[in-house]
């Protein structure tokens, strides 16, 4: 039998892990040096997310594994990250895209599985990781409508990021199984509520930016089952490359 | 972004103490400037407060005036309260 509550971090685990490798490539090149320790900052909160998940993950499973093992040593069907933290960089426009549509999730996420959750053990990662996404939101919302009512360049490359990932936003709230039963047994959040709270923070911004996006067009999914975009195996490569070609290596 | 004007940073390290001058850094508007201040200068935890300022808001003294703005109170000793006898009783003077 499928073990759904570890499924069921996992899925979270991933999106926080593989967002924080994305944001880990601006290292060194963002566009200002502020914005460059603000992204590697951003990188960081979410790999700490990551680890404190892949922890109770790594005990839930009760296979004697450790974080590591299931950050560096899982193939790409195996991730459950939705196909939204994947996706690449592109310009500084479709980073923020990403991350705002992200962050919106991150935070009601939070704060709904604070709320209701029966599990004292990701209430307590909830909590701590609350603070960490609001502030990541704050700064994903601002740079949104700065670059959205900024110069008729910068509006036109949000615009052509909402065009690229607005069909990605809604697959983190489309119930997977583990998600399903996450909610029925108490320890998971309703997707439903969620979802209202999220989509009136992304469409406050996104009318605010007067941008042309939807939420209520085509959705890919997939990635929670393991189903994922051409990108992933790409950044799995980078990620996992030392410990694949040096099994067991410390530093 | 080369026109994005400098800010001066200021952060309080804790309750009850000043506000205390840590650098600058280049922001477009103060909610930007309060966003970077928190990121370049307190994530190892350094402050509980951050002020902002506009680098081009500060007054800075002239320093070709400087003989005559700071020379005169070199030699001023009696304005230090250093002639009186303390008991040992009084701490933190």
């Known amino acids: ?251 | 972004m080369k026109k994005w004007p400098l800010w001066e940073v200021f952060v309080r390290s804790k309750a009850g103490i000043n506000h205390k001058h840590v650098g600058s850094l280049r922001a477009a508007d103060a909610e930007m400037a309060l966003n970077n201040a928190r990121d370049v200068y307190t994530r190892r935890n350094e402050g509980v407060s951050i002020w902002v300022v506009e680098s081009k808001d500060i007054v800075a003294s002239d320093p070709d005036i400087a003989d005559s703005f700071y020379e005169p109170a070199a030699s001023k000793v009696y304005r230090h309260p250093t002639f009186y006898d303390l008991p040992d009783e009084v701490k933190h003077m």
């Open chain 1, 1 to 251: 039998m499928e073990n759904q509550l570890f499924n069921y971090i996992i899925q979270h685990a991933d999106n926080c892990l593989i967002l924080s490798h994305r944001l880990s490539e601006w290292c060194g090149h963002g566009p200002v040096l502020e914005q460059d320790i603000a992204m590697t900052n951003i990188s960081l909160d979410l790999l700490g997310q990551a680890r404190m998940l892949y922890d109770y993950a790594a005990k839930v499973q009760g296979e004697g594994k450790t974080e590591d093992d299931l950050a560096y040593l899982r193939d790409a069907w195996d991730f459950k990250n939705v196909q939204l933290v994947e996706m690449p960089n592109g310009d500084f426009g479709q980073t923020i895209m990403r991350q705002f549509l992200f962050d919106t999730f991150n935070v009601t996420f939070y704060r709904e599985l604070m709320e209701v959750s029966n599990d004292a053990e990701l209430i307590a990662i909830a909590d701590k990781s609350l603070k960490e996404a609001q502030y990541h939101l704050k700064w994903s919302s601002e740079w949104m409508l700065r670059l959205g009512q900024g110069t008729e360049e910068s509006h036109t490359r949000l615009q052509n990021a909402a065009n690229l990932l607005m069909p990605y936003a809604n697959e983190v709230v489309i119930p997977s199984e583990a998600d399903k039963v996450a909610a029925e047994t108490g320890y998971g959040v309703d997707l439903n509520n969620v979802k209202a709270e999220r989509d009136q923070l992304i469409k406050e911004v996104i009318t605010e930016c007067e941008l042309d996006a939807s939420l209520d067009g085509f959705s890919h999914t997939g990635g929670k089952t393991g189903t994922h975009t051409e990108h992933l195996g790409y950044v799995l490569a980078e990620m996992q490359f030392l410990q694949r070609a040096y099994p067991g290596l410390e530093w």
